[in-house]
């Protein structure tokens, strides 16, 4: 398919009637169900549209779980099919993964950890300004009814529209440009036709490469009244956006990577939660993932030490219930073992002479936020109602 989109041969318009070449005009309808249909121009395409749209109907769009023997953790379900791959303009530079799917870091030194003179930190800040914007964009879109194949196709168009590729988009073949992962998914949810449901926690990970650098930012978001009124949603959602505000407090130079962890897991379990311990922090720059790695629980090996002028992330991934993990059979859907929400929260960060800059901090308006975190009762019928009455 990428080489394709590379080397695009001449292709007919369907129009009837038409003998011309076709344009880059395609049938929306068609696009919606994988289906290629490419006309010359708008005319053609409304002159053509009462035999054309014929063609809608007898196309098969029943949705399906492409999976249905696997052992499912939870009640989440893919639902199939997924929508075309989105295209790029070649005229935005195209990371180096972009077209065969590989990051070719096995070239790469993986211990070696960048430090960034100032042109290169500037191109961090514009990235990751750029990244906050997109998932604002995004975060603004998350509701009752909405298609998670919406959002990303919303992220697309916002990464395009700032000249900016969508990092995750070919990333070892991950077929999106974002990552939404609902309740129990820990990480890297592929966008489907799954509709949000009021209750429903959903977890953005957006990253944009511009000019040369990457910038990698998620929050988690609340669906609908009921996701914030439900004692357990807020608990782990919150304790995660805890978990990294209090790890980003230790970030200045001299502090070793394997710190964080530290932090996160302490207070974690405070909050009656456990940390994934698969995924990690990283280093990112010009390359999407790189050294150093940041664990997230405690009495973990990580090497190095924080020094001015490195960037990386933190992100911790927060579950209910267990630690451990599965990946779905489209080797890229993280789920808890257990079925049990989790929630993570990421920033990319900049070590200062004294201290640390956060390059994807929320702004003013950025939609989302903490919510009050549930009083400790007995009866979670009568936390939520505390919850609803603000107490």
Request: proline fraction near 8%.
């Amino acid at each position: 398919m990428a080489e394709a989109e590379v080397l695009p041969t001449k292709k007919q318009c369907v129009g009837v009637d038409c003998l011309d070449e076709a344009g880059s005009l395609q049938c929306p309808t068609c696009l919606k169900i994988g289906k290629e249909s490419s006309f010359c121009s708008q005319d053609c395409f409304k002159r053509s549209w009462p035999e054309h749209k014929a063609i809608h109907k007898s196309t098969s769009t029943a949705l399906y779980n492409p999976f249905p023997t696997f052992p499912f953790t939870g009640p989440l379900r893919p639902i199939y099919p997924l929508s075309p791959r989105r295209p790029v303009p070649e005229s935005i530079p195209h990371p180096n993964y972009a077209k065969d799917g590989d990051p070719k870091y096995r070239f790469i030194g993986r211990n070696t950890i960048s430090i960034l003179d100032k042109k290169q930190i500037e191109g961090m800040r514009k990235v990751c300004r750029l990244s906050r914007e997109v998932l604002d964009i995004a975060a603004r879109e998350v509701k009752p009814g909405v298609t998670t194949d919406h959002i990303d196709e919303v992220v697309h168009n916002a990464c395009i529209e700032r000249n900016a590729y969508p990092s995750p988009l070919n990333y070892s073949n991950f077929p999106k440009s974002v990552c939404t992962s609902i309740n129990e998914v820990i990480c890297h949810g592929i966008p489907d036709k799954r509709i949000l449901l009021d209750g429903d926690i959903v977890n953005l990970d957006v990253s944009l490469f511009h000019e040369g650098f990457h910038g990698d930012l998620n929050e988690t978001y609340y669906v609908g009244t009921k996701a914030s009124a439900d004692r357990d949603s807020v608990r782990v959602v919150e304790t995660a956006r805890e978990c990294l505000n209090e790890a980003i407090k230790i970030v200045k130079p001299g502090m070793a990577f394997k710190d964080p962890g530290t932090v996160i897991e302490k207070h974690a379990k405070s909050r009656g939660c456990s940390v994934i311990k698969t995924y990690c922090g990283h280093g990112v720059n010009s390359l999407f993932h790189c050294a150093p790695n940041v664990p997230h629980y405690a009495k973990n090996k990580a090497i190095g030490i924080a020094k001015p002028g490195m960037t990386f992330t933190i992100e911790p991934m927060i579950s209910l219930g267990t630690y451990k993990d599965k990946t779905w059979p489209d080797d890229w859907t993280s789920v808890t073992q257990d079925g049990t929400r989790t929630a993570q929260f990421e920033h990319t960060l900049l070590v200062t002479e004294d201290g640390v800059e956060v390059l994807t901090a929320r702004t003013a308006d950025s939609p989302g936020g903490p919510v009050e975190m549930p009083p400790e009762v007995k009866a979670d019928g009568e936390a939520a109602g505390r919850i609803a009455d603000g107490k």
